[in-house]
């Protein structure tokens, strides 16, 4: 019984990428740290530039708009693959 929930738990993990979709999520999220951290400190582009602010919003929104892109492209192949 324990080894057909193991078995229906992984291929529900395998087919819903849970595992993809939790990597990219962190990556997403620690870069978006590190952006953060960088605009603090005043080091790398935002040294270089006299709106740092509007760099950062460019920034953190590219970030985030990866991420929403890489969520709508992911549903849309489960979606395929399910038909």
Do not use: P
């Not at 999220?29 to 919003?57: I, M, P, R, S, W």
Request: glycine fraction near 2%.
């Amino acid at each position: 019984m324990t080894s057909v929930i193991v078995a229906i738990l992984a291929s529900t993990l395998k087919t819903f990428n849970y595992q993809e979709h939790w990597m990219n999520y962190r990556t997403t999220c620690e870069t978006l740290k590190k952006e953060y951290h960088f605009f603090e400190a005043n080091v790398g582009d935002y040294a270089d530039t006299n709106d740092k602010q509007a760099l950062f919003v460019e920034r953190v929104e590219a970030l985030i708009s990866r991420e929403n892109t890489f969520w709508v492209e992911s549903c849309k192949e489960n979606k395929y693959e399910g038909t």
